[in-house]
T-cell receptor, first 115, second 115 residues
Framework: AQKVTQAQTEISVVEKEDVTLDCVYETRDTTYYLFWYKQPPSGELVFLIRRNSFDEQNEISGRYSWNFQKSTSSFNFTITASQVVDSAVYFCALTADTNAGKSTFGDGTTLTVKP | EAEVAQSPRYKITEKSQAVAFWCDPISGHATLYWYRQILGQGPELLVQFQDESVVDDSQLPKDRFSAERLKGVDSTLKIQPAELGDSAMYLC?????????????FGEGSRLTVL
């Protein structure tokens, strides 16, 4: 069975602060993929990043960075110098190769960035 | 940019009535998913299609829910009869990868309220 835990239900920061969203996952598969999606108030989930289980290299994309650590089964997401437009619900998701594309989502973290 | 189209955006119905949701995935995407998202939770997979075939419907309440993708393109999700607990956002997503763990492209969702 797969499980994704996002322990932080809500986070509130002031603009320009850095913020880290935590994601812990459980799977018995050795080949799996981790994702982050953003859901703005409009409702449409938008893909941010995918990492596979064999690639622990951290990634940076502009103000976004991701820290993947297999040893702690975590895939954390950091936003540097947050902006009001970053306010949204962020979901971490897990897909195992044996599940043929079926993604298991966490319950999301609601990020509010105040001006 | 190509998008996943869903309709209706909002649906209010009384319990015991029938409702239907429609989804048109991005052209060329062989895999289509229907997810249900209850307020405050992450999306939960209801059914997954590969072309016109059902790959996974293990979480679909088959006594009242049905889904079809007759020509392997657009899809319809039906609920009959609707119950109060069915109130949720119904999300359609598609993926270009066949049975692999590619990123999902989501529509804006159909929000159902059952009175």
């Amino acid at each position: 069975a797969q499980k994704v835990t996002q322990a932080q239900t809500e986070i509130s920061v002031v603009e320009k602060e850095d913020v880290t969203l935590d994601c812990v996952y459980e799977t018995r598969d050795t080949t799996y993929y981790l994702f982050w999606y953003k859901q703005p108030p409009s409702g449409e989930l938008v893909f941010l990043i995918r990492r596979n289980s064999f690639d622990e290299q951290n990634e940076i994309s502009g103000r976004y960075s991701w820290n993947f650590q297999k040893s702690t089964s975590s895939f954390n997401f950091t936003i540097t110098a947050s902006q009001v437009v970053d306010s949204a619900v962020y979901f971490c998701a897990l897909t195992a190769d044996t599940n043929a594309g079926k993604s298991t989502f966490g319950d999301g973290t609601t990020l509010t960035v105040k001006p | 940019e190509a998008e996943v189209a869903q309709s209706p955006r909002y649906k209010i119905t009384e319990k015991s009535q029938a409702v239907a949701f429609w989804c048109d995935p991005i052209s060329g995407h062989a895999t289509l998913y229907w997810y249900r998202q209850i307020l405050g939770q992450g999306p939960e997979l209801l059914v997954q299609f590969q072309d016109e075939s059902v790959v996974d419907d293990s979480q679909l309440p088959k006594d009242r829910f049905s889904a079809e993708r007759l020509k392997g393109v657009d899809s319809t999700l039906k609920i009959q009869p609707a119950e109060l607990g069915d109130s949720a956002m119904y999300l359609c997503a598609s993926s270009r990868d066949r049975g692999k763990s590619g990123e999902l492209f989501f529509g804006e969702g159909s929000r159902l309220t059952v009175l």
